[in-house]
């Protein structure tokens, strides 16, 4: 399955404001990760939603296990940040699972 590919908002002192973006994609999305993007996540259903962030990093040549978050029904939460070398995967992006019947809005921003 593909993967929808959300865009990272820059952010300074000076402020930004936030856009969201829907996350539709069943299988997932994904966003070039510079390990200082946080998420913010507006579950707008009336069911919770699981959002997973898949790491790439290996111990003892094993897979580490998709680490979820449980995203509460009208709450906002904030994720993030990352760290390269543990979730971005061979092209610089992190990859995230969200349960297939729930679609959220989610902000990127970086700090510079």
Do not use: H
């Amino acid at each position: 399955m593909a993967l929808e590919t959300l865009t990272v908002q820059s952010v300074s002192r000076a402020g930004a404001e936030m856009s969201l973006q829907s996350v539709t994609t069943v299988g997932g999305f994904r966003f070039l990760n510079d390990g200082k993007t946080i998420m913010y996540v507006e579950e707008k259903n009336t069911a919770n939603c699981e959002v997973g962030i898949i790491p790439t990093q290996k111990v003892d040549s094993q897979s580490a296990a998709v680490k979820t978050v449980d995203v509460t029904s009208d709450k906002n939460f904030v994720l993030g940040p990352w760290a390269q070398d543990q979730y971005n995967d061979a092209s610089g992006y992190a990859n995230f699972t969200i349960e297939a019947d729930q679609a959220s809005a989610v902000g990127l921003v970086s700090f510079l």
